[in-house]
C-alpha cells in the first residue's frame, strides 16, 4: 500500500500544487532545458579536474563558508567596480532566488513578476510561504516602462522578479524598464540575468544600475553560457548589505568544497568557457530564419533559445518530434513551443525533423 499526498499533513497551501517537470529523457537531441549543449574542452575539463582533487585531502573538513575565492572570482569576472562584498553564490541561481526570497518575502508576503515567465517564480515563492502576483504583457510579450511601473505600484509588492531576456519567451528587457520597476517599487527588484551573455554585446547589464539602489540584486547562473548546468552554480550581485541578509537565511557551508573548487577553475578560463556563445546565437538566429520560413511565428530572442507560435497542437507536434528523437519544450503557451539552439549538427536535426513533422 502506497499513500498519496492527501495522506500526510502536509502544508495546506501545497496541497494541489505540481513540482517543476521538464521531462528528462535520454533523447539523442536534447534541446529542451536551454543548457549550453556544447562540452567543456579538454584542457579546462583538466584544470577542473585538478583543482577537485586537490579538495579531496580537505573533505573531512567544512569548507568555507564564505567562498572566499569564488566571490572574488565573480567580482573580478563581473567587473561594473564591484567588490567580493557585493557577491553571493549559491547552489543555482534558483538556490540564490530561494534565499533572496527567504530574507525578504515569507508568509504574509507577496511577489510579482510579469506573466508568462520562468515557471520557478511561482514555485519558489509558494516554497516559502509567499503569494505569487502574475502581471500581464503587452503585444509580443514586450513590456514598456509606463505600464510596468503602473503594474508594479498596483501589486505592491515586496519582492519584484524581472527576467531579462525573458524565460520562456527570449523577450529583451529594456533598461529603461528596470529603473522604472525599481522607483514604482517599495521592494526588492531582481533582475534574472541568467542569460545575459547571450544578448547583443553592446546591450547594457542591470548591474550598470547598481549603484545607488541598495533595493536592486542582479542574478547570473553558469548553467547557461558558461556550459556547466551540472555544476549547479548561480551568483548574484547587489548591495554588500543585501548579501549580509542572506547569511541569515543561507544553510551553513551550503556550497560544497568541491562546487567551490570547481567554479574557481571554470572561471579561470571564462573566456574559454563562453567560446561558444558567438556559435550560439548564430545557431539561434538560424532556428528563428528558419522557422519563419517553414511559417511559424518565432519571437525575437536575445537568449540560447526561440519561443514560436503558429502551432496548430504544441502537444502533437512535441510527441512527433519526440519520436524522432528531438526534445524540446511545450511551455504551456497556448499555440507555441520553445526550443534551445544547440551546436550546429544539433540544430540541423531539430529543423529538419520539424520541418518532416509538418504542423500537427
Ligand atoms: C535556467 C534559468 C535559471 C538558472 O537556473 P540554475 O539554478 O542556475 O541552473 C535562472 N533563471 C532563469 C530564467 C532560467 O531560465
New binding site residues.
Partial sequence: MTATLDDLPIRDDLRGQRPYGAPQAPLPIALN??ENTHVISEDVADDIAGSIAKTISELNRYPDREFTDLREAFASYLGHGLTPEQIWA????????QQVLQAFAGPGRRVFGFSP??S??PLLTRGVGAEWVAGSRGPRYEITPEDAAEQVRAADADVVIL?AP???TGTPLPIEVVESVYEAARGIVVV?E??FEFAPSEAPSALTLLPGRERLIV??????AFAF?GA???YLAADAAVTDALRLVRLPYHLSALTQAAAVAALRHSDEMLRTVDDIVVQRDRISATLEALGYDPYPSW?NFVMFGGVEDPQETWRRLYDRGVLIRDVGVAGHLRVSAGTESETTAFLDALAAVGDA
Fill in positions: 532545458v536551454n549559491g547552489n543555482g541561481s534558483n538556490e540564490v532566488l515567465t520562468y520557478m517564480y527576467c525573458n524565460n520562456p534574472d541568467a542569460y542574478s547570473r547562473t553558469m548553467s547557461k548546468a549547479r552554480v548561480g537568449s
